[in-house]
T-cell receptor, first 114, second 113 residues
Framework: DTEVTQTPKHLVMGMTNKKSLKCEQHMGHRAMYWYKQKAKKPPELMFVYSYEKLSINESVPSRFSPECPNSSLLNLHLHALQPEDSALYLC?????????????FGPGTRLTVL | GESVGLHLPTLSVQEGDNSIINCAYSNSASDYFIWYKQESGKGPQFIIDIRSNMDKRQGQRVTVLLNKTVKHLSLQIAATQPGDSAVYFCAENRGAAGNKLTFGGGTRVLVKP
């Protein structure tokens, strides 16, 4: 299995809702990432988990809460989001074992906040 | 500040011609670079990578060239096909495993039949 999967593919939520995005990989990678991508812009890093521990938080607002239950799974819990949080949320994974640590991306979750 | 950027936002190419996408970077400490292809509605797809101890690397129909003297990276696509239409991003990794990946602004490639 050489892919990163994400669910749901699309999500529409109100500003008072609580929802979660899910990401899964079975490549044995030890690092997983969340990115946010706005239209016509490059992906922006949000969080990095290595060996199931949060190693980087790019000053992301607390309404985004990541969770890494095990080395294959990564969640992003959403609460009290704003309309400007609407974006494509990408998950990625990488081996975390060499200088050439290539990240592989999932298809993303298209999030719309009303 | 340090950045990875692209010279051309949109590139129109005739089917069958070669495409060249350019990228400039400013961090001389960067030692690993990746090109990604992103089709509409999809996540970025790894195309090819190169370490700073190399000048050139070839894949299937793609070649990446690295000029460390002028901090320039390019992606060449041979015999461009309609399926090559996408946005292409260069990305910079500062070397250690798991370092932050810094993306350039992206170039859209449109292949004309």
């Amino acid at each position: 299995d050489t892919e990163v999967t994400q669910t749901p593919k699309h999500l529409v939520m109100g500003m008072t809702n609580k929802k979660s995005l899910k990401c899964e990989q079975h490549m044995g990678h030890r690092a997983m990432y969340w990115y946010k991508q706005k239209a016509k812009k490059p992906p922006e890093l949000m969080f990095v988990y290595s060996y199931e521990k949060l190693s980087i938080n790019e000053s992301v607002p607390s309404r985004f809460s990541p969770e890494c239950p095990n080395s294959s799974l990564l969640n992003l819990h959403l609460h009290a989001l704003q309309p400007e949080d609407s974006a494509l949320y990408l998950c990625a994974s990488s081996p975390w074992d060499s200088i050439t640590d290539t990240q592989y991306f999932g298809p993303g979750t298209r999030l719309t906040v009303l | 500040g340090e950045s990875v950027g692209l010279h051309l936002p949109t590139l129109s190419v005739q089917e069958g011609d070669n495409s060249i996408i350019n990228c400039a970077y400013s961090n001389s400490a960067s030692d690993y670079f990746i090109w990604y292809k992103q089709e509409s509605g999809k996540g970025p797809q790894f195309i090819i990578d190169i370490r700073s101890n190399m000048d050139k690397r070839q894949g299937q129909r793609v070649t990446v060239l690295l000029n460390k003297t002028v901090k320039h990276l390019s992606l060449q696509i041979a015999a461009t096909q309609p399926g090559d239409s996408a946005v292409y991003f260069c990305a910079e990794n500062r070397g250690a495993a798991g370092n932050k990946l810094t993306f350039g602004g992206g170039t859209r490639v449109l292949v004309k039949p």
